[in-house]
T-cell receptor, first 116, second 113 residues
């Protein structure tokens, strides 16, 4: 248990569906991240929120829309996805202030997405 | 050009041997370096970090950093079957006051009894 919870753990959706992934962290961290993990490829950084402000949008297609309503919650809204978007989506959090290990990410267990 | 490169493996070592995992990175602005371990079906977890050139030891693990060569390595002494996992190298490009971790694709380690 890392203190970062993701739901749902598995999601199957059609290309015309709209769904959302949810992430909640119980660690009091001030930064949250979405990463995409595909087989045999590096983790791809998608979005970074620091102090609830989006600070990184790594050329992600607009069919992925993040939302960070507060420092504990992060969402990834999905619409009109493509089969190549099937992957494991990992949420992470970190504490970005003095005394913390800069770059230590705490990951959730991930949401396995399959797009038909 | 890939930003963080690792040999995908699998790297197979016998129990009790030293496993050596290597990583190169392209951005000279990288400030800190990390090794994460990912068991099959699980999320990555941090096992080592290093900021300065040289060696850093923690139990059976030693991280080595050479910024001039843009090279990071992880040595696992007395390898155990429980060390079998994928090891992800990551570099932190601290940018605009926030952490931006870039990962390699990982090296799969298999420790056989």
């Amino acid at each position: 248990e890392t203190g970062v919870t993701q739901t749902p753990r598995h999601l199957v959706m059609g290309m015309t569906n709209k769904k959302s992934l949810k992430c909640e962290q119980h660690l009091g961290h001030n930064a949250m991240y979405w990463y995409k993990q595909s087989a045999k490829k590096p983790l791809e950084l998608m979005f970074v929120y620091s102090l609830e402000e989006r600070v990184e949008n790594n050329s992600v297609p607009s069919r992925f829309s993040p939302e960070c309503p507060n420092s504990s919650h992060l969402f990834l809204h999905l619409h009109t996805l493509q089969p190549e978007d099937s992957a494991l989506y990992l949420c992470a959090s970190s504490q970005d202030r003095e005394g913390a290990v800069a770059g230590e990410l705490f990951f959730g267990e991930g949401s396995r997405l399959t797009v038909l | 050009q890939k930003e963080v490169e690792q040999n995908s493996g699998p790297l197979s070592v016998p129990e009790g041997a030293i496993a050596s995992l290597n990583c190169t990175y392209s951005d000279r602005g990288s400030q800190s370096f990390f090794w994460y371990r990912q068991y099959s079906g699980k999320s990555p977890e941090l096992i080592m970090f290093i900021y300065s050139n040289g060696d850093k030891e923690d139990g059976r693990f030693t991280a080595q950093l050479n910024k001039a060569s843009q090279y990071v390595s992880l040595l696992i002494r007395d390898s155990q079957p429980s060390d079998s996992a994928t090891y992800l190298c990551a570099v932190n490009l601290i940018s605009g006051g926030y952490n931006k971790l870039i990962f390699g694709a990982g090296t799969r380690l298999a420790v056989h009894p």
